[in-house]
């Protein structure tokens, strides 16, 4: 770990505290909650300046004013901010939005999760008021690390604010199939605050497949082995799946707490195969399943009666909500039943506590299981099943993992289950019980250097690495940007020079994308002519607007203005008044890829295809993403294999495939009013790829600037069509 001389300001932000507040008699008492998380952030002190801001666990109605002078001073001490909370302000943020809605759907219990506005409202309330003491303590180097479900909108909040800023966002829990994210209202906006973030992290690969795939047919956006440009940000989405403090549980056995635990268990359990459960009591745990599991393998194989014992340490958990009550009551009614059914005066076939166990004990239940049986339904991670692989050293163990959790990625040595197939967790226990104790020890010894490896520590330094990274990675794709010295040449170069050559493509660069291209959206607004207009006051200037668009459409927008202009890529160019067009000859090409698009368009619902006099366009910008790769990919494929060898190529464009002539290209506008004109001034402005070819024709001294952040070859870059309007308007 590397120890920074200056150290960096770290923001960390998650709905909790590592120090919980009660209140015991009118007191204030704080209490430490011991997370993995907190564990992990713990270490970060060495590196960073560290500030972590949280909930503090208690609503306002049981504060007084006097209570939160003293928490804020105490927690300041501690570099932790409070973000105090109402009674409603909880019910409806993390009872309702969060609890509700978000953590069933996101663990596939899609029947258990509740919408109502009045908890989004309370969910998007308190996000805002975590970010407004974010930007209240944020400096312009700090690093914001944002965690979990709670606080999904907070990266955009805070971008909104700082648009510079640093900003990581770490998912906890899983991230759901799009056909299941798509049901959340609100899911959109969710995403858009999720891309808030430099960073996006997942537990595994398979949230973050999902996440990007939800982020593609959500909001269209697409990404490269998962970067992206949102809003002109780079934006970074990978998996980091969380360690554990591995020392603490690997030397847990060295501990004379645990000694005398284990000693409790060695003389109560003597001789008897102890199976395992930890989870906090929550219906995505599966506990109910593992019961089951367990009554069936007492009924089916009398033989281990009186032999085998479980441990269920059932920790208390949102006990407020009644799904979570419930379910206390039917684990526990199961375990009276089975215990009822199956025990003997001198043996209790299951052992429960539904409490928070200390350390010790929970290290010592580690070491002395035989097996530990982890079934949950869905689990973003699990802790459990890692602190328990390293707490065996040179002890033999047993590891149950149901597949449905991220955990059971990273330890395929485990013994994996299917948490609905009942049966298939009554053999593996059964088998479990069986293998020879050399064979699981050198099995968990592989596991153990892995865990050792990317422990807690590893995963935290890793995540804010990866924030750096990105942000450096961002600042080398925005070094074309124009900035205010480059944009001052330019003026005074277009000041200076004797004749001026000014070229401009129109969609996307003069005006933004619509999601219809034929609409009247997209004709040029007063704004634009006039910038225009302005622009060709001067005699020695000429602009020309080089669109892909057929010359009926430019001379309907453009024909009152004293511009020059090339349609459809450069076929036709009309300069001082009169079209004249490029000889094309397409042979039985124009036929051939016509019926191929047409066929393309019956079978692919909002595509159309638009036929220009030197192209074929096939347009699927409102055929839904997933679709539209598909049948884009094929149609591309289909129309290489027609063209071969002709003097006809196929373009991908931005939601759109073309077919043109080789010759037919805006480079040629270029060298045509170049060659007619002799400017000693040349700038070209343009978005998509076709522009690529105007900017590789200018003379050397010429300046290209690019819209977006996309590879160019042009000079420079500017974000948005509003700086082009803007850089226009100086201009003139
Ligand atoms: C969420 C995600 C993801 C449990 N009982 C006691 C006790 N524990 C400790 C365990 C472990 C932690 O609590 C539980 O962590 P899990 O990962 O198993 O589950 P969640 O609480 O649901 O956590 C999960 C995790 O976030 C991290 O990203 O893995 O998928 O749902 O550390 O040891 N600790 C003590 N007494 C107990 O009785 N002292």
Redesign the pocket.
């Known amino acids: 770990m590397s120890v920074r001389k200056d150290p960096k300001k770290l923001l960390i932000v998650s709905n909790r505290l590592p120090l919980s507040v009660i209140k015991k008699n009118g007191r204030i008492e704080f209490k430490k909650s ?4 907190s564990t992990a952030v713990s270490s970060l002190k060495d590196t960073y300046n560290l500030t972590w801001i949280g909930w503090p666990g208690i609503a306002n109605e049981d504060l007084t004013a006097a209570d939160k002078r003293k928490i804020t001073k105490e927690f300041k001490a501690q570099n932790l901010i409070p973000v105090f909370l109402t009674k409603s302000q909880i019910e409806r943020f993390y009872d309702g939005y969060s609890n509700d809605s978000i953590w069933p759907l996101f663990h596939y219990f899609q029947y258990l999760a509740s919408y109502s506005d009045k908890n989004w409202n309370g969910y998007q309330q308190v996000n805002k008021l975590f970010a407004k003491q974010v930007i209240k303590n944020a400096d312009e180097d700090s690093t914001i690390w944002v965690h ?1 479900y709670q606080l999904m909108l907070l990266p955009g909040m805070i971008r909104t604010s700082l648009p510079d800023s640093s900003i990581g966002f ?1 998912l ?3 991230f759901p199939s799009y056909e299941l994210f798509r049901l959340l209202p609100k899911g959109q906006e969710i995403l858009k605050g999720i891309l808030g973030a430099d960073l996006i992290g997942f ?1 595994i690969y398979d949230y973050v497949r999902h996440f990007l795939s939800s982020i593609y047919r959500g909001l269209g956006l697409r990404h490269t082995f998962g970067s992206l440009v949102y809003k002109d940000r780079l934006v970074n989405v990978d998996a980091f799946p ?1 360690g ?1 403090d591995y020392d603490k549980f690997a030397n847990a056995h060295k501990s004379e707490r645990v000694k005398k635990q284990l000693e409790v268990l060695e003389g109560h359990y003597k001789d008897k195969t102890i199976i395992l459960s ?3 009591l ?1 219906y ?2 599966g506990i109910l399943n593992r019961l089951e599991a367990f009554e069936i393998l007492l009924k089916k194989y009398p033989q281990y009666r009186r032999k085998v014992n479980l441990i269920v ?1 059932a ?1 208390p ?1 949102r006990i407020g909500v009644e799904i979570y009550r419930q379910l206390r009551g039917e684990v526990e009614t199961t375990i009276s039943r089975i215990n009822g059914a199956y025990g003997t005066v001198d043996w209790t076939p299951i052992s429960y ?1 539904y ?5 010790s ?2 290290a010592a239940l580690f070491i002395r299981s035989d097996i530990a049986l ?1 079934t ?1 339904l869905r ?7 890692k ?1 328990y692989v390293a707490s065996k050293q040179n002890r033999p163990g047993a590891l149950i993992l149901s597949e449905m ?3 059971s990625d990273e330890l395929p040595e485990a013994i994996t289950v299917n948490p609905n197939d009942i049966n298939s967790i009554v053999d593996a226990t059964v088998n479990a019980m069986k293998p020879s104790t050399k064979s699981q020890v050198a099995e968990l010894k592989k596991i153990q250097q892995r865990l050792k490896n990317y422990d807690v520590y590893a995963w935290a330094e890793d995540f804010i690495s990866s924030i750096d990274e990105t942000k450096k990675v961002q600042s080398q794709k925005s070094h074309k940007l124009i900035g205010e010295e480059s944009l001052a040449k330019i003026i005074r170069n277009f000041k200076k020079a004797d004749k001026r050559l000014i070229l401009l493509d129109y969609d996307g660069t003069l005006r933004n994308f619509t999601s219809d291209h034929t609409s009247r959206k997209n004709s040029p607004t007063q704004k634009i002519k006039k910038t225009l207009i302005n622009l060709c006051k001067n005699k020695n200037t000429k602009v020309c607007v080089v669109s892909g668009r057929p010359k009926e459409m430019l001379d309907k927008w453009f024909a009152d203005l004293p511009v020059s202009l090339a349609a459809e890529h450069g076929g036709w160019i009309k300069n001082d008044g009169e079209w004249s067009r490029q000889d094309i000859f397409w042979r039985d090409y124009h036929s051939q890829v016509l019926d191929l698009m047409n066929k393309y368009s019956e079978r692919t619902p909002g595509s159309t295809v638009e036929v220009k006099d030197f192209s074929l366009v096939w347009h699927y910008r409102n055929v839904s993403s997933e679709l539209a790769n598909v049948r884009s990919a094929n149609l591309i494929n289909k129309l290489s294999e027609v063209l071969e060898g002709s003097e006809f190529e196929v373009h991908s464009g931005s939601k759109v495939i073309e077919v043109k002539a080789k010759d037919t290209h805006k480079g040629t506008v270029v060298d045509d009013l170049m060659a007619q004109y002799k400017p000693d001034f040349t700038l070209a402005i343009g978005d998509d790829y076709t522009d690529e070819d105007m900017f590789r024709s200018l003379p050397d001294d010429g300046y290209g600037i690019k819209v977006g952040l996309r590879e160019t070859d042009a000079r420079y870059q500017v974000t948005s069509v509003d700086e082009v309007i803007k850089l226009l308007a100086k201009l003139a």
């Not at 409490?355 to 350390?359: G, I, V």
């Not at 689990?379 to 099943?385: E, F, I, S, T």
């Open positions: 011991a997370g993995g998380l979990d770490f906890h829990i899983p537990h969380i554990i930890v989870d906090r929550d995505t745990k340490i920790v958990s506590q409490k928070n166990l200390p350390f004990e929970v982890l949950p689990d973003g991670m699990n802790l459990v099943a602190e959790t991220g955990a």
